[in-house]
């Protein structure tokens, strides 16, 4: 039969996210009959459920944005280069309102199952309120950073205080003001967020596992005449985004670190600190794939954090020494370690004194002599990310050809081809799946892609009356090989991080990601796809 036929609807689209809300969009566009659903209570996914103090998107908000309506590109004016969270949730509730994109989602609803039926090429979409749903093509927008990680600490669920995650951050905000506060986690989340509690909170403890690197934002705001330029020059800021590694306009020195004298290195290092925050992981060519140019970089870093910590036994806890530069992502932060130069905060550096319990009144930690030292908390919050990449699919039973799970297929590792489909699910798409740049790339940017290229796959099924897509096994093989092979060549298979699947116990251990950046991903998609979907069976 032909797609749209003969099930309820042409797409379900899990999450409504800023993936799920173009394909709403772009789908409806393209004709078809489209049903979303959103397990939160409206729009926005990482930007209405990470609602934390100082939570932001480390990708300039004039980048971090859709580009597929220049309307929209015009009209929004951004207050600063980096927004804060509500900011940026109200850009998208913009979105929903001007596009009309809220009659095709259905909020508050989760996804709890998607089978499909070999005999007549049908998905059934089922949710925790009940509803089954059949469709032909399903659109996994259910986010990289969305399955929220809480630690298995022992006694977690009896502490007798407030507990919080902050990417599950009440909508009323939380009260922390003259409370002695726990933050467990020094990731993005954790480094946004000590400054704000630090301002806030009786008492701030940080409890640190490893220690991050992080660097300035160098956040101002966006002056009108600085707007007009951004807005007047958005067709080449995309076009170079389109172009390179990482999804925004920024491009590393034309040389490699040992090619420059320690003078230029020097400068060139300054020069990219101040552009602020992930960019200087862009300082040169070869910081990333070269561990003596990396270790030039970290001793420049190094300098950076201990000038702004007063105590140096302090710094000596603050800067990391277990992983190279660059290889778990760098924070972008406003004012994170100057915190510690505050009576009310304090570093607990979990390597040397390990969390035994939480108590029902705080957090016990080995004191380093056979007892425990405790701190008394009235709020502990988890700062302890995702199940990332893979972990939202993973937790929704997800069935396709002979019954076989999408756990299953990623049991002993993950693999996908392209990102976009994985061998054994027809018609199952995944928007920024693993294979793909995803999150080492600006995400808005990478959406889109995913999402024009879903649609105009479809469009392509549609208009031969061809009933299904899913790519060959050996196709999908060989292109985890190549994104292993390319990981291979960086430094980022050296660090435990949640590239590398390390932070969830029992996770296979590989790199998710395309490494080779989001301009050379771009072109190679469109190889396979010129030369008449490469690597898919089409059925
Ligand atoms: P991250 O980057 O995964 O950070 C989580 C933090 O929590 C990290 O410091 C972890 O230490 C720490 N953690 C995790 N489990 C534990 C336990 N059991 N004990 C102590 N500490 C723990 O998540 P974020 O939310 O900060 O950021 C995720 C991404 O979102 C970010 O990179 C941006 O791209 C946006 P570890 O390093 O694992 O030792």
């Known amino acids: 039969a032909a797609a749209g036929e003969d099930t309820d609807v042409d797409v379900v689209v899990v999450g409504a996210g800023v993936a799920g809300m173009y394909a709403v969009h772009r789908l409806r566009g393209d004709g078809l009959t489209v049903q979303a659903f959103e397990a939160g209570s409206d729009v926005g996914g990482t930007w209405h459920h990470n609602r934390y103090p100082g939570a932001r998107c480390d990708v300039e908000s004039v980048d971090y944005s859709y580009s597929f309506s220049d309307a929209l590109q015009q009209e929004w004016d951004w207050s600063e280069r980096y927004a804060t969270q509500p900011e940026i949730l109200r850009y998208l509730h913009h979105v929903a309102d001007r596009f009309d994109l809220r009659r095709n989602i259905v909020f508050n609803t989760r996804v709890t199952a998607a089978h499909y039926d070999e005999t007549d090429n049908t998905w059934t979409v089922t ?3 009940g509803t089954s749903l059949t469709c032909r093509f399903c659109v996994f ?5 969305s399955a929220v990680n809480y630690p298995d600490i022992p006694g977690r669920e009896g502490f007798a205080g407030t507990v919080l995650h902050t990417a599950a951050w009440p909508h009323g905000g939380a009260d922390l003001a003259d409370k002695r506060v726990g933050v467990i986690g020094t990731g993005s989340s954790g480094i946004q967020l000590v400054p704000e509690v630090a301002r806030e909170a009786a008492h701030l ?8 690197y992080s660097i ?53 290092y300054e020069h990219y600190w101040d ?41 000596d806890d603050l800067v990391p020494t277990d992983h190279p530069i660059g290889t778990k992502r760098i924070v972008t932060d406003s004012g994170y370690f100057q915190s510690y130069n505050r009576d009310n905060v304090e570093l607990v550096n979990l390597r040397r004194t390990p969390i035994e319990r939480v108590t029902p009144t705080g957090i016990g930690t080995a004191d380093g002599n056979g007892g425990t030292d405790f701190h008394d908390l009235d709020v502990l919050i988890f700062a302890t990310g995702f199940d990332a990449v893979t972990g939202a699919m993973d937790r929704i039973d997800i069935r396709g050809r002979g019954d076989r799970t999408i756990h299953d297929a990623w049991a002993d590792g993950v693999r996908s081809y392209l990102g976009l489909q994985v061998a054994g699910f027809p018609n199952l798409f995944t928007v920024n799946g693993p294979g793909s740049p995803g999150v080492l790339a600006n995400m808005v940017l990478t959406s889109e892609d995913h999402v024009d290229w879903i649609a105009g796959t479809i469009g392509h099924l549609r208009s031969r009356r061809l009933d299904s897509i899913e790519p060959d096994a050996a196709a999908e093989q060989a292109w985890m090989q190549r994104c292993g092979q390319l990981a291979e060549q960086t430094l980022f298979p050296r660090a435990d991080s949640w590239y590398m699947g390390a932070n969830i116990p029992g996770k296979p251990r590989v790199f998710m990601l395309y490494s080779a950046g989001f301009g050379k991903y771009r072109e190679e998609l469109a190889e396979i796809t010129d030369a008449g979907y490469k690597g898919f069976e089409i059925k």
């Open 127 to 129: 949710t925790d309120t």
């Open 141 to 145: 927008a259910s986010g990289s950073l």
């Open 205 to 212: 403890t940080v409890f640190q596992r490893t220690p991050n």
């Open 216 to 268: 300035p934002a160098a956040n101002r705001p966006t002056g009108d005449g600085e707007r007009r330029e951004q807005k007047a020059g958005y067709a080449e800021r995309r076009r170079k985004s389109r172009l390179s590694g990482g999804g925004s306009p920024f491009v590393p020195h034309a040389k490699n670190t040992l090619e420059v004298d320690d003078a230029e290195r020097e400068r060139v």
């Open 275 to 315: 552009l602020g925050g992930v960019l200087f992981s862009k300082a040169f060519p070869d910081q990333m794939r070269n561990e003596d140019a990396n270790a030039l970089a970290r001793d420049f870093a190094e300098r950076k954090i201990r000038d702004v910590i007063d105590d140096q036994s302090v710094a």
